[in-house]
């Protein structure tokens, strides 16, 4: 079982829709965890950054935790194209701050 | 706003070539990493450093790579002999230190090895 799973998608919304992603992980051991966004041949972009359990909002995007079943989600409300972007999850262990990523999410936002 | 610099962008490279990638963390900064994505796959962790030394490395960072800090300001990774499969993204990171901060990301750096 992979570390951390992701769908890579690729992930096609109409602008205004909301764009849910999603990653699981197999490790109890994580315990911080972030978004990035990652836009072609470019560095990841920190987005999000959450601690504990439940959620985390900031303008247009919403982080979820749910360390029971190992399970994050990003929402992006009222999508724009230019949300369209590779969404990056992100997590570390306590006093072990190497992030393990996900394989990424491709969305499109289309006009 | 203080970001992650590296340079080249771009670095193509002979089989066999050493090459060096530079980085400039956020001034603050006290822990600094480089990570690694070969195209069309995840980003990897390679290393980390704080205090002028290696934290932690994963079974990638081999004795061909080395990691040093020259300066109060630069941050760099040598490939002493570059492979085929070393071609990737080279992205480095900084985190100011604390608990619960987090690592900000450079460009990266696109090396070819040919």
């Known amino acids: 079982q992979k570390e951390v799973e992701q769908d890579p998608g690729p992930l096609s919304v109409p602008e205004g829709a909301i764009v849910s992603l999603n990653c699981t992980y197999s490790?109890?051991?994580?315990?911080?965890f972030m978004w990035y966004r990652q836009y072609s041949r470019k560095g990841p972009e920190l987005l999000m950054y959450?601690?504990?359990?439940g959620n985390k909002e900031d303008g247009r995007f919403t982080a979820q935790v749910d360390k029971s079943s190992k399970y994050i989600s990003l929402f992006i409300r009222d999508s724009q194209p230019s949300d369209s972007a590779t969404y990056l999850c992100?997590?570390?262990?306590?006093?072990?701050?190497?992030?393990?990523f996900g394989a990424g999410t491709t969305v499109t936002v289309r006009a | 706003e203080p970001e992650v610099t590296q340079t080249p962008s771009h670095q193509v490279t002979q089989m066999g070539q050493e090459v060096i990638l530079r980085c400039v963390p956020i001034?603050?900064?006290?822990?600094f990493y480089w990570y690694r994505q070969i195209l069309g796959q995840k980003v990897e962790f390679l290393v980390s450093?704080?205090?002028?030394?290696?934290?932690?490395k994963s079974e990638i960072f081999d004795d061909q790579f080395s990691v040093e800090r020259p300066d109060g300001s630069n941050f760099t990774l040598k490939i002493r002999s570059t492979k085929l499969e070393d071609s990737a993204m080279y992205f480095c990171?900084?985190?100011?230190?604390?608990?619960?901060?987090?690592?900000?990301f450079g460009p990266g750096t696109r090396l070819t090895v040919l």
């Open positions: 990171a900084s985190r100011a230190g604390g608990r619960t901060d987090t690592q900000y």
């Open positions: 490790n109890s051991a994580f315990q911080y």
């Open positions: 959450t601690y504990s359990s």
């Open positions: 992100a997590m570390s262990r306590i006093n072990d701050y190497k992030l393990s």
């Open positions: 001034s603050n900064h006290l822990y």
């Open positions: 450093f704080y205090n002028n030394e290696i934290s932690e």
